[in-house]
């Protein structure tokens, strides 16, 4: 992460954008593959600053909150015949990687940010987020396989459920499955002492924004997103490569 003294005008952005050209310099002889920052959509200068010394904006997030336990809408999903929806197996790592690779094609939360990073260490970030509980992670099957997972962890600290990741492989997208998983993820909530459930989702993200919003999520914060490669993630195999758009 890249934090920076707030300019107050652009003339200071233009001074000081040195300082994260430095900072970017001496990441890369630390052991990352990329620099991120977040800054309020509000702070213009800080993010041109940013952008100055080498990172590029990518998107901004929209931070989602609803109430645990606020009733869920009704769930009408027309295409549902074979689907099945269970906790995933702590064994199976390679299986979430998998369909983490597969929604990430053609992607509209911060499209190409994937490709900057090893999936092995998104999903080691996934884990650490919260109060990792393997009980908590979802995978959804249809007859050909794996194609959707919901990702969830306990953030006591903020008194929340965080859906750490939501997303579903493009075979199976336009069936109205994601509300059926969604529904079941937040279903299973049901009793916990949290108060609310909480995510980020790229504001140019429509059709999800939607879906989130359907189901009692509402605004509380944004952040720009500013990213750069510090080194290229390792290439992947011609059968698991990952297209953005």
């Known amino acids: 992460m890249a934090s920076i003294t707030a300019p107050r005008a652009a003339w200071e952005a233009q001074r000081w954008a040195p300082l994260a050209s430095a900072a970017l310099s001496r990441a890369a002889s630390l052991d990352v593959d990329v620099v991120q920052s977040l800054v309020d959509p509000a702070h213009r200068h800080t993010a041109a600053l940013l952008e100055l010394g080498g990172l590029r904006t990518i998107g901004t997030l ?11 809408p009704p769930v009408a999903v027309t295409d549902a015949l074979g689907i099945c929806i269970d906790p995933w197996n702590p064994s199976d790592r390679a299986l979430v990687e998998r369909l983490l690779e ?4 053609d992607t509209r939360d911060c499209p190409g ?4 990073r090893r999936t092995s260490d998104i999903l080691d970030g996934h884990m650490a987020t919260g109060e990792h509980d393997p009980s908590m992670w979802w995978i959804m099957r249809d007859a050909q396989g794996p194609c959707g997972t919901a990702l969830l962890s306990p953030v006591p600290s903020a008194q929340c ?3 750490v990741y939501f997303g579903l492989s493009p075979r199976v997208r336009g069936r109205g499955l994601s509300r059926a998983l969604l529904a079941h993820a937040l279903d299973a909530l049901a009793g916990r002492a949290e108060r609310t459930v909480a995510l980020a989702c790229d504001e140019g993200n429509a059709p999800a924004l939607k879906l989130y919003r359907s189901f009692g999520f ?5 952040r720009m997103a500013l990213v750069a490669a ?6 992947l195999p011609p059968d698991r490569l990952v297209h953005s758009r």
């Not at 929209?62 to 869920?72: Q, S």
């Not at 597969?102 to 094609?105: N, V």
């Not at 509402?218 to 944004?222: H, I, K, N």
Request: aromatic share 6%; charged share 20%; hydrophobic share 50%.
């Open 62 to 72: 929209a931070y989602l909150e609803r109430p645990l336990a606020a009733p869920l």
């Open 161 to 163: 459920v965080e859906v």
């Open 218 to 222: 509402a605004r509380r914060l944004s």
């Open 102 to 105: 597969e929604s990430y094609i």
């Open 230 to 235: 510090v080194r290229p993630a390792p290439a």
């Open 113 to 116: 940010l994937a490709q900057m």
